[in-house]
């Protein structure tokens, strides 16, 4: 598994809320197992317990992608520092579950985590990657969704670093308002522009009386 992959964690876990609408899904010790994914060993360490600590963790995820968003690099990096220090990991070369069509092993770098609890072994893996991915292709590749009144994080893999939004719904939603807005104020400058026409017509007719 490449370390680009676990970066995901990181987003999945700081969009199961979305404060500005006041819904949060991580409610249960149940949704916090299904933030792991394929991952099953991992979240059958989970507990009711795990589910107040990862809503600690993904505060604190937030406030990195908040921070990367308002273009505050610094602060950014040094959120996810302190993430890195609580939870450490320790990377290892794995091949185990990765064959080559003649057998033998395709390498590659896995993040082995020893946590005390599946908080922590989830924590480090997101951090870790998110760190991975800020090194690797910089702070504004981490944003917050534009579509008011969305702002779930995404990672920005464009080629041009254009991403605006989570979603392609919400970007046709943020289409739809653009374009209605501007339809709205078209129609505002015929009116007024008709009703500056009319008045000077009768300003003129009153004149010539």
Known sequence: MEL????????????TEEPSRGQDSLTSVE????????????????????????????????????????????LAVDLLNSLLLEFPVSPQISGHDHRAEDGSPLWHMHLADHPSNATAGFAAIAAMGL????????????????AAPCRNAYLDTSTNRSRRYCSDRCATRANVAAYRARKRL????????GLTADSAQ??????ER
């Open 31 to 74: 949704a916090v197992r299904e933030l792991f994914g394929a991952n099953q060993s991992a979240a059958r360490r989970a507990s009711d317990a795990d589910v107040t600590r990862f809503r600690s963790v993904r505060g604190r995820l937030r406030a990195v992608f908040e921070a990367a968003d308002g273009g505050d690099e610094t």
């Open 186 to 193: 078209e129609a505002d400058r015929s009116a007024s522009t």
């Open 131 to 146: 760190a991975f991915h800020l090194t690797e292709y910089g702070v504004d590749r981490l944003g917050l969704c534009e």
């Open 202 to 207: 009768r300003t003129t007719a009153s004149g």
């Open 4 to 15: 680009a992959y676990y970066s995901d964690y990181a987003v999945r876990l700081v969009n």
